[in-house]
């Protein structure tokens, strides 16, 4: 095989590296170092770097070999050496070749020389600078031939690319990261006026501070206990912050009545749900379904709640969910008129209601919730938090919820079975 056909196959091999190179995901400088190392070996210099820049100012050293680590500290390009290597021809940048017109050179050649810099060729893609290749004189000592400039340009041309697809990612990383960053931002104040909003709704109740914002929270570990994503947990939390968004509209003696309210009244305040409806629907919440939640937390599952007198599989899951947090919150908290009720109590009322005003499911999934803190099996001890440490304690808690677990979960096994009898 004639040498300069071997010579081509050679050049080709070390292309088809580079390439490989180039378009690997893995570490930039790696793959800048790799790149100049075969350009070097295939050519068989004995040194060479490899400097990015971004616009006039300091040049960034991403890999070099043979040349003194320092060596390329202080070098700097401006506008016009940029321009001078724009319309440079690679033959012409010759460190060596004193007659060469790059301006560049001129300022730098003497430090060049030093090193041993014998060729300085620039990176060009579409039209910018993006950076130099500095390399040395070949081993044999002989000079650079025509061939060799080709391979050179081929490669230098390959690893421009490379640097400059590199930037492209980082500025659209850079952009992902600022618009996840912007995202999150809108995320926390859209939150932040929804807790504005609990706070506005629990001030005009003044006998059920903060009632909004346990139901927000009770309503975010039920449904998380129900296998929720965490996007439908954050929804649920919002809505059960919103769900008395309606009582803005109602009259505020009639909200504070410390006595059982007439039924005109009565009525008054029953409108509370669908005017949370009305309030929330125009608004794109980041998450689905908060208005209806907000309109169904007064349904039941036999059919006697409100607005709508919805049965069971008509009531949205998460209107279920925020319904139970209501009423749990209702009987676990003081009112002047009322003390809260005991925690034994409050689970008789869960077991007898379950399947008529509450969900046997979601009263279930509470209840496991509640057993894990009890249990000590949470890192935090959020409900226990919201109803004092007292309230939850003694063996009999532990007890009331395991057999209000194992009644509800025997019951829904009773009828599935019989579902699948009929079916
Ligand atoms: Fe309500």
Redesign the pocket.
């Given at each position: 095989m004639e040498p300069s056909t071997q010579k081509l196959i050679h050049t080709f091999g070390a292309l088809a590296d580079l390439g490989q190179e180039i378009a690997g995901t893995g570490d930039f400088t790696e793959m800048v170092r790799t790149s100049m190392h075969l350009l070097l070996g295939t050519l068989a210099l004995r040194r060479g770097a490899v400097v990015e820049c971004s616009g006039a100012g300091p040049l960034r050293c991403v890999a070099i070999w043979g040349i003194g680590d320092q060596a390329l500290n202080g070098f700097e390009i401006d506008e016009s050496e940029m321009e001078s290597f724009l319309c440079s021809e690679i033959s012409e940048s010759l460190v060596r070749n004193t007659s060469s017109t790059n301006v560049f050179f001129a300022r730098h050649r003497e430090k060049l020389t030093n090193e041993g810099v014998e060729l300085v060729v620039p990176m060009v893609v579409r039209g910018e600078v993006t950076g130099l290749i500095m390399l040395g004189g070949k081993a044999s000592g002989e000079e650079f031939s025509n061939d060799d400039f080709e391979t050179i340009r081929a490669m230098v041309r390959h690893i421009g690319v490379g640097i400059h697809t590199h930037r492209l990612l980082e500025q659209l990383a850079q952009r992902a990261e600022e618009n996840r960053r912007l995202y999150d931002e809108l995320r926390t104040i859209y939150r932040d006026t929804v807790r504005a909003f609990a706070a506005a709704i629990d001030i005009k109740d003044k006998y059920t501070q903060g009632h909004s914002e346990r139901v927000g929270r009770y309503s975010e570990i039920i449904a998380r206990e129900m296998g929720w994503s965490e996007e439908e947990v954050e929804g649920i939390q919002i809505a059960g912050y919103l769900?008395?968004i309606?009582?803005l509209i109602v009259d505020r003696d009639i909200i504070n009545a410390p006595y059982h309210i007439d039924a005109k009244n009565s009525s008054e305040l029953n409108r509370?749900?669908s005017a949370g409806y009305e309030i929330l629907s125009p608004i794109r919440h980041p998450y689905a379904d908060i208005p209806l939640m907000a309109k169904h937390?007064?349904e039941r599952i036999d059919g006697r709640g409100y607005p709508d007198g919805l049965v069971d599989q008509q009531i949205p899951v998460g209107a279920k969910i925020v319904s139970l947090a209501?009423s749990f919150d209702a009987m676990t908290t003081d009112r002047p008129y009322k003390r809260r009720r005991s925690f034994e109590d409050v689970v008789v009322d869960l077991r007898e209601n379950s399947g008529k005003q509450f969900d046997g499911k979601v009263v279930a999934a509470f209840a496991r919730a509640i057993l894990k803190e009890v249990k000590g099996e949470t890192r935090e001890r959020r409900i226990t938090k919201m109803l004092g440490k007292p309230y939850l304690e003694g063996e009999h808690v532990e007890t009331l919820l395991t057999d209000l677990i194992t009644d509800l979960e025997e019951d829904f096994s009773r009828k599935g079975a019989k579902a699948q009898s009929v079916s």
């Open positions: 769900h008395d309606g009582k509370h749900p937390h007064h209501d």
